[in-house]
Every structure is written in structure tokens, then in C-alpha cells.
Nanobody
Framework: QVQLVESGGGSVQAGGSLSLSCAAS????????LGWFREAPGKAREGVAH????????SYADSVKGRFTISQDNAKNTLYLQMDSLRPEDTARYYC??????????????????WGPGTQVTVSS
């Protein structure tokens, strides 16, 4: 039974930082894609960043490049998202997700089978 739980969300002023964590259980690291997605009110869920567990290769949405950093700690089964220089448009509920037995990682949400309940990030101007 795979479970993902996000934490670290909150409210911050523009230009500030937040660190999100995603604690995973019910699996061991192998060949997976771990992704961060976000959903703002009235908008579709979009990919933010993802990382391949077997290579460490990362990818970011253009909107967050240079500001967000995704990382993993395999020993702790934890995924992280360091968010710097936050902007009001970053306000959303952030979700972590996992794709198993991957050949490569993408932002195609159909491939991510397990999702956490999300954590809210609110950035004020």
C-alpha cells in the first residue's frame, strides 16, 4: 500500500522561501519518477518538477526554473522541493506523486499512479 504525505506548506510573502517534503511509504526505491505538481483554483493541475530515482536527473517547468529545486533522500524515502523567490502566481496546492517502473520521467500525469493529499502554499504580494 503506497502512501505519500506532503508537508511544509504555508503562507509566505513574495520573495520568500518554503521547503516542501513528501514522505513515502509502502515501496522501496528502484526505477521511479517522483514528481511535484500544483493546482490553483480554477486552473488545471500542472507539473512543477520531477526527478528520476535511478539517475537523479531532474526537470523543471519553465515557470519555476532557477527558483525551485527538487531532490530526494532514498534512505528516508523522502522527496523535497525547495522553493525560493516565491511569487504570488506560485500560490497553489502542491502534490507529490510517484510513477513506477519508468523508462523515463515526464510531466504526463496519466503515468503517475499514486498521489498525496497535497499541501497548500500561499504567496502574498
Amino acid at each position: 500500500q503506497v502512501q505519500l504525505v506532503e508537508s511544509g506548506g504555508g503562507s509566505v510573502q513574495a520573495g520568500g522561501s518554503l521547503s516542501l517534503s513528501c514522505a513515502a511509504s509502502g515501496f522501496t526505491y528502484g526505477r521511479e519518477c517522483l514528481g511535484w505538481f500544483r493546482e490553483a483554483p480554477g486552473k488545471a493541475r500542472e507539473g512543477v518538477a520531477h526527478i528520476a530515482t535511478w539517475t537523479g536527473e531532474t526537470s523543471y517547468a519553465d515557470s519555476v526554473k532557477g527558483r525551485f529545486t527538487i531532490s530526494q533522500d532514498n534512505a528516508k524515502n523522502t522527496l523535497y522541493l525547495q522553493m525560493d523567490s516565491l511569487r504570488p502566481e506560485d500560490t497553489a496546492r502542491y502534490y507529490c506523486a510517484i510513477e513506477f517502473e519508468s523508462a523515463w520521467c515526464t510531466f504526463d500525469q496519466r503515468w503517475y499512479k499514486h498521489w498525496g493529499p497535497g499541501t497548500q502554499v500561499t504567496v502574498s504580494s
